[in-house]
């Protein structure tokens, strides 16, 4: 129980971020039962809005002429 307690946050932590790392901004982790692990979680899910953010600015920036 204790290995699936651990593992199972931690494929679900692993696969949004290969995600995030496909271009897919935006990706969330959802919650997971341990406090650590919800740590980890949401530090993806702040880098993964900070990422779709800066991209969104990027994209709608004026372009030098």
């Known amino acids: 129980i204790l290995t699936r307690a651990i593992i199972t946050p931690l494929g679900r932590m692993s696969a949004t971020v290969r ?3 496909s271009g897919e901004l ?3 982790v959802n919650a997971v039962p341990s ?3 919800q740590l980890v979680a949401n530090a993806i899910n702040e880098m993964s809005n900070a990422l779709a953010e800066a991209t969104t600015m990027s994209v709608s920036a004026p372009r030098p002429e």
Request: no cysteine; net charge neutral; hydrophobic share 35%.
């Open 26 to 28: 935006g990706a969330h």
């Open 35 to 37: 406090h650590e692990l």
């Open 19 to 21: 995600r995030i790392g």
